[in-house]
């Protein structure tokens, strides 16, 4: 008879395990209720079995009778009793275990035959021979399947695979699935409904599935320990991460090892412990790929997930745990222990997993910022920065509380108990944070990484630049990013890791960070710079309140310097550095003196440029006046000298009138002379309520405001000394009357007393009457006043009146001291008397300035600038008696003829 049963691609051992179960649904134990009409022909429809093919099966079944092909099928098994292909007595690593099985083997079969004819019996009907379902259906199956199973050992083994392929066909067909006879294809997890059982061995498969599973066995003699490896094997490749799922897995495993423990008949043969090993060795593979992606495996996504936390450090203690993960790391644990894999360290696994975890998720964080922001930031010179910020940003709102309420305290029940384990006598106690803490490290190794190329990328970028829109200055946005974006953030993380960890400092923000802080100190000197320009521009010069002698301007400066010295000691607080270095305020007391000489020339430049008025050649004069501000070898007798000798000085209009006299000065002029010394005063404020911490780098700073007002000042006398000197000259040399003099002197010190402050207004005072001395000294000394003059005598008494008259001026109530005249009026008076003096004694004098001069008598410094101001020079003392001379004074001829007289 020709064979139906072509099925494409069917192997043999699939044939085989269909007969098989057909054969058994013709079973006397064969519940009558649980085969309906419509579940009858079940094995046809999960196969896929044609008519002509089931029915077949059908006709040679009950050709040859089902009952006997039953006993023959028993026979067959009883013969392999003491050499069967499976069970050999020497796959049995137990010594006895062989017996005991056969044993157990042959009860079974006597039981199974208990209504036949004792198998030893010589009734001729019992002699009579019936084939096996081998030798039924062998032959036409040889020809038609892939593969055939004519030797003895693939007969026997083809039926335990036969019970593999029915499990296998059955939970495919419940899981609404084609029957693939590939079973690694199907990785579909297990319904909710196959979770149900009454049986593991059967899961929640239909009643009629279940008990055709256990008719087979019964039949063939699969033992309880290789069913469940055979469900233990499709739970392996059917799983995910539910929580119901891995118990089950869990639960499968933890029956394996107590069949293998307590059931004497079920010793274990080296081919099962092969197959639970490669069995073991698949699922560890993908359970450590599991943890290997903990964070997305086994994060918490719903309330069932998310257990309290007692309930999860109980988790060690229950049979499975009460999460996913733990089970997980339950199941790991139990199959290293159990199946004694002493080269794998569950420690060094976790371990490895969490690191590789951690290393993988932070990559695909930061490909994930960068995708993302790369449209936005495209272009920008802080995308670098920016990313970075966005990643700790994350990882501080989602990964670490996650892990420190989720993750933490079930991975560490693991962690704690292996080292524990691995080292009972030592007395050091294992962290209580391991899996946290080797988190952190794993992400801060990264961090720190990205931070090293942060500096490495903008050690040398500019810290500010130009908006091409307005020409105005700007911060560089990348320092605007590192320090509002990137840092806070960093900030973040170590606060956080502290609180839970009590680890300070796990990102050392004193490194890169404070390296790229000092371009942030530059970017704010220097903008700070750049606003002093706006300031002064801005600058109305009103007093600042009532009661007060400056403006605004201190006010606003020292409004920009605290504003930025602020945002300064903000990033030196948050890099966590100690209060005794401060690195970066100090830093900014080394740049705030190039602020302050930059106010000082801003004010400088507003009060000579508004002395001048629109003088011709101005710009070009500003300059000379101001390098000769700035040439600090200059004494103040030389500086007037030379600033009244700049056209600008001469030529330019007065800023004003009184009285029909010039004005050169005005309150706004003081004021802003004003305002240099009360930044020495608030500048020493704010050096103290600061602990004196830029002490060093502002003494410089106080003696450049005080030079400058002083500067200043010399420059106001130098513009009235347009006016003073011809007058000077008008009075000495004609009969003009020194009244317009004195009212011009007292027009200016009244505005100086009443708008300077006292200390400035006594300095002002000084440098005007230096230099009307001065003018009173050149007139005496020049030689064509002699030329001009008729009468010396009447002369030199005029000038005596005058410096009498000045002297009164300058010592009235809140003036001059009587000794600071004194000292500023000798040398003038001195060279007045000096022209008085009778020729015995004009004589005398010279001898002994001679004398003197040539004894190179060197006094101190001191007393040296004093002499040189205040003392008569030998030149001026020749020049009396050459007066004296062309005056035909014979005395002094004959000595000036003399070998005395060089």
Same mark, same amino acid.
């Given at each position: 008879?020709?064979?139906?049963?072509?099925?494409?691609?069917?192997?043999?051992?699939?044939?085989?395990?269909?007969?098989?179960?057909?054969?058994?649904?013709?079973?006397?134990?064969?519940?009558?209720?649980?085969?309906?009409?419509?579940?009858?022909?079940?094995?046809?429809?999960?196969?896929?079995?044609?008519?002509?093919?089931?029915?077949?099966?059908?006709?040679?079944?009950?050709?040859? %009778?089902?009952?006997?092909?039953?006993?023959?099928?028993?026979?067959?098994?009883?013969?392999?009793?003491?050499?069967?292909?499976?069970?050999?007595?020497?796959?049995?690593?137990?010594?006895?275990?062989?017996?005991?099985?056969?044993?157990?083997?042959?009860?079974?079969?006597?039981?199974?035959?208990?209504?036949?004819?004792?198998?030893?019996?010589?009734?001729?009907?019992?002699?009579?021979?019936?084939?096996?379902?081998?030798?039924?259906?062998?032959?036409?199956?040889?020809?038609?399947?892939?593969?055939?199973?004519?030797?003895?050992?693939?007969?026997?083994?083809?039926?335990?695979?036969?019970?593999?392929?029915?499990?296998?066909?059955?939970?495919?067909?419940?899981?609404?699935?084609?029957?693939?006879?590939?079973?690694?294809?199907?990785?579909?997890?297990?319904?909710?409904?196959?979770?149900?059982?009454?049986?593991?061995?059967?899961?929640?498969?239909?009643?009629?599935?279940?008990?055709?599973?256990?008719?087979?066995?019964?039949?063939?003699?699969?033992?309880?320990?290789?069913?469940?490896?055979?469900?233990?094997?499709?739970?392996?490749?059917?799983?995910?991460?539910?929580?119901?799922?891995?118990?089950?897995?869990?639960?499968?495993?933890?029956?394996?090892?107590?069949?293998?423990?307590?059931?004497?008949?079920?010793?274990?043969?080296?081919? $099962?412990?092969?197959?639970?090993?490669?069995?073991?060795?698949?699922?560890?593979?993908?359970?450590?790929?599991?943890?290997?992606?903990?964070?997305?495996?086994?994060?918490?996504?719903?309330?069932?997930?998310?257990?309290?936390?007692?309930?999860?450090?109980?988790?060690?203690?229950?049979?499975?745990?009460?999460?996913?993960?733990?089970?997980?790391?339950?199941?790991?644990?139990?199959? &290293?222990?159990?199946?004694?894999?002493?080269?794998?360290?569950?420690?060094?696994?976790?371990?490895?997993?969490?690191?590789?975890?951690? $290393?993988?998720?932070?990559?695909?964080?930061?490909?994930?910022?960068?995708?993302?922001?790369?449209?936005?930031?495209?272009?920008?010179?802080?995308?670098?920065?920016?990313?970075?910020?966005?990643?700790?940003?994350?990882?501080?709102?989602?990964?670490?509380?996650?892990?420190?309420?989720?993750?933490?305290?079930?991975?560490?029940?693991?962690?704690?108990?292996?080292?524990?384990?691995?080292?009972?006598?030592?007395?050091?106690?294992?962290?209580?944070?391991?899996?946290?803490?080797?988190?952190?490290?794993?992400?801060?190794?990264?961090?720190?990484?990205?931070?090293?190329?942060?500096?490495?990328?903008?050690?040398?970028?500019?810290?500010?630049?130009?908006?091409?829109?307005?020409?105005?200055?700007?911060?560089?946005?990348? &320092?605007?990013?590192?320090?509002?974006?990137?840092?806070?953030?960093?900030?973040?993380?170590?606060?956080?890791?502290?609180?839970?960890?009590?680890?300070?400092?796990?990102?050392?923000?004193?490194?890169?960070?404070?390296?790229?802080?000092?371009?942030?100190?530059?970017?704010?000197?220097?903008?700070?710079?750049?606003?002093?320009?706006?300031?002064?521009?801005?600058?109305?010069?009103?007093?600042?309140?009532?009661?007060?002698?400056?403006?605004?301007?201190?006010?606003?400066?020292?409004?920009?310097?605290?504003?930025?010295?602020?945002?300064?000691?903000?990033?030196?607080?948050?890099?966590?550095?100690?209060?005794?270095?401060?690195?970066?305020?100090?830093?900014?007391?080394?740049?705030?003196?190039?602020?302050?000489?930059?106010?000082?020339?801003?004010?400088?430049?507003?009060?000579?440029?508004?002395?001048?008025?629109?003088?011709?050649?101005?710009?070009?004069?500003?300059?000379?006046?101001?390098?000769?501000?700035?040439?600090?070898?200059?004494?103040?007798?030389?500086?007037?000298?030379?600033?009244?000798?700049?056209?600008?000085?001469?030529?330019?209009?007065?800023?004003?009138?009184?009285?029909?006299?010039?004005?050169?000065?005005?309150?706004?002029?003081?004021?802003?002379?004003?305002?240099?010394?009360?930044?020495?005063?608030?500048?020493?404020?704010?050096?103290?309520?600061?602990?004196?911490?830029?002490?060093?780098?502002?003494?410089?700073?106080?003696?450049?405001?005080?030079?400058?007002?002083?500067?200043?000042?010399?420059?106001?006398?130098?513009?009235?000394?347009?006016?003073?000197?011809?007058?000077?000259?008008?009075?000495?040399?004609?009969?003009?009357?020194?009244?317009?003099?004195?009212?011009?002197?007292?027009?200016?010190?009244?505005?100086?007393?009443?708008?300077?402050?006292?200390?400035?207004?006594?300095?002002?005072?000084?440098?005007?009457?230096?230099?009307?001395?001065?003018?009173?000294?050149?007139?005496?000394?020049?030689?064509?006043?002699?030329?001009?003059?008729?009468?010396?005598?009447?002369?030199?008494?005029?000038?005596?009146?005058?410096?009498?008259?000045?002297?009164?001026?300058?010592?009235?109530?809140?003036?001059?001291?009587?000794?600071?005249?004194?000292?500023?009026?000798?040398?003038?008076?001195?060279?007045?008397?000096?022209?008085?003096?009778?020729?015995?004694?004009?004589?005398?004098?010279?001898?002994?300035?001679?004398?003197?001069?040539?004894?190179?008598?060197?006094?101190?410094?001191?007393?040296?600038?004093? %002499?040189?101001?205040?003392?008569?020079?030998?030149?001026?003392?020749?020049?009396?008696?050459?007066?004296?001379?062309?005056?035909?004074?014979?005395?002094? &001829?004959?000595?000036?003829?003399?070998?005395?007289?060089?």
């Amino acid at each position: 008879m020709t064979s139906t049963i072509t099925t494409a691609g069917l192997r043999s051992d699939e044939a085989f395990a269909i007969i098989r179960a057909i054969l058994c649904l013709y079973s006397d134990n064969k519940p009558t209720n649980m085969f309906t009409n419509e579940n009858q022909h079940i094995i046809k429809k999960i196969f896929n079995l044609t008519d002509s093919q089931y029915h077949e099966i059908n006709s040679k079944i009950l050709e040859y %009778s089902p009952k006997q092909i039953t006993k023959s099928e028993l026979e067959l098994r009883y013969a392999w009793r003491d050499n069967h292909p499976i069970y050999k007595s020497k796959a049995f690593k137990d010594q006895n275990g062989h017996e005991r099985w056969k044993n157990a083997e042959l009860e079974d079969i006597k039981n199974l035959l208990k209504e036949t004819n004792n198998i030893n019996n010589n009734n001729n009907d019992n002699n009579k021979y019936y084939p096996t379902v081998q030798e039924i259906f062998g032959a036409t199956l040889k020809k038609h399947t892939l593969n055939n199973g004519a030797d003895e050992d693939k007969q026997v083994k083809n039926i335990h695979t036969g019970y593999k392929i029915l499990v296998n066909a059955f939970i495919q067909y419940s899981m609404g699935e084609s029957y693939n006879k590939d079973q690694n294809n199907n990785i579909a997890p297990m319904k909710p409904s196959l979770l149900n059982y009454t049986e593991l061995v059967t899961l929640g498969l239909l009643p009629e599935f279940a008990w055709l599973l256990q008719e087979y066995c019964k039949l063939y003699g699969i033992r309880d320990l290789y069913r469940h490896l055979v469900i233990f094997e499709i739970l392996s490749t059917r799983f995910d991460d539910n929580l119901g799922q891995l118990r089950l897995l869990f639960e499968c495993f933890l029956k394996i090892e107590e069949i293998k423990r307590n059931h004497i008949e079920n010793i274990i043969t080296e081919d $099962e412990e092969n197959y639970l090993n490669t069995i073991a060795t698949c699922l560890l593979d993908k359970l450590k790929s599991r943890l290997g992606n903990y964070r997305f495996c086994f994060s918490p996504k719903s309330k069932e997930k998310q257990l309290p936390q007692q309930q999860q450090q109980n988790d060690k203690h229950n049979s499975f745990g009460s999460t996913p993960l733990s089970i997980t790391l339950n199941l790991i644990n139990c199959i &290293i222990t159990h199946l004694e894999w002493s080269e794998i360290n569950i420690n060094h696994l976790i371990i490895t997993s969490v690191v590789d975890a951690n $290393e993988r998720e932070y990559k695909v964080l930061k490909e994930y910022h960068e995708s993302l922001h790369q449209l936005n930031l495209k272009g920008k010179d802080y995308q670098i920065i920016y990313t970075l910020a966005k990643i700790v940003a994350e990882i501080c709102q989602k990964w670490i509380s996650t892990e420190d309420d989720y993750f933490d305290p079930i991975f560490n029940l693991y962690l704690s108990n292996n080292n524990n384990n691995q080292n009972n006598n030592n007395n050091n106690n294992t962290s209580k944070r391991m899996h946290l803490e080797l988190v952190i490290e794993t992400i801060s190794k990264y961090i720190k990484s990205e931070l090293s190329i942060i500096s490495q990328t903008y050690s040398k970028e500019n810290h500010t630049i130009i908006n091409p829109l307005n020409g105005n200055s700007e911060t560089s946005p990348w &320092i605007t990013c590192l320090f509002i974006e990137l840092l806070p953030n960093l900030i973040k993380f170590n606060t956080l890791v502290f609180n839970l960890t009590g680890k300070s400092k796990c990102i050392a923000l004193d490194g890169e960070i404070l390296f790229l802080a000092g371009k942030l100190v530059l970017n704010r000197a220097e903008m700070l710079n750049h606003s002093i320009k706006h300031l002064i521009n801005n600058q109305k010069w009103e007093l600042n309140g009532k009661g007060v002698l400056h403006t605004t301007s201190p006010v606003d400066l020292f409004s920009f310097i605290n504003e930025v010295y602020k945002s300064i000691r903000d990033v030196e607080k948050s890099l966590e550095i100690s209060n005794n270095l401060n690195p970066l305020t100090r830093s900014f007391g080394t740049y705030i003196e190039k602020t302050f000489l930059m106010y000082v020339r801003s004010i400088r430049h507003v009060f000579i440029s508004t002395s001048l008025g629109n003088s011709k050649d101005k710009d070009k004069d500003i300059g000379a006046i101001t390098m000769n501000m700035d040439n600090q070898s200059l004494s103040t007798t030389q500086l007037l000298e030379l600033l009244s000798e700049i056209k600008s000085m001469q030529n330019a209009a007065p800023i004003g009138t009184i009285n029909q006299l010039p004005l050169f000065l005005n309150e706004k002029m003081c004021y802003q002379c004003n305002d240099l010394e009360h930044c020495r005063s608030v500048l020493d404020d704010f050096d103290n309520e600061r602990g004196n911490i830029f002490k060093e780098s502002l003494d410089d700073v106080f003696k450049m405001l005080k030079n400058h007002w002083k500067l200043l000042l010399s420059f106001i006398v130098s513009r009235m000394n347009q006016y003073l000197k011809p007058t000077i000259e008008d009075i000495a040399l004609s009969n003009t009357s020194c009244d317009k003099l004195i009212n011009f002197i007292d027009n200016h010190l009244g505005i100086a007393f009443k708008n300077m402050y006292p200390n400035l207004f006594k300095k002002f005072m000084k440098y005007l009457l230096k230099q009307i001395v001065i003018n009173i000294s050149n007139i005496l000394s020049s030689k064509t006043f002699q030329k001009k003059c008729n009468n010396i005598s009447m002369v030199v008494d005029k000038l005596k009146d005058l410096i009498q008259n000045i002297s009164s001026v300058f010592g009235s109530k809140e003036g001059l001291s009587n000794e600071s005249i004194g000292n500023a009026t000798r040398r003038v008076s001195k060279l007045v008397e000096i022209y008085q003096f009778p020729s015995e004694q004009l004589i005398q004098f010279y001898k002994v300035m001679k004398k003197i001069k040539s004894l190179a008598i060197s006094p101190d410094t001191a007393a040296k600038s004093q %002499s040189k101001d205040n003392d008569v020079s030998l030149d001026e003392i020749k020049r009396v008696l050459k007066y004296q001379r062309d005056i035909k004074n014979k005395e002094i &001829i004959v000595f000036m003829d003399s070998k005395e007289y060089p």
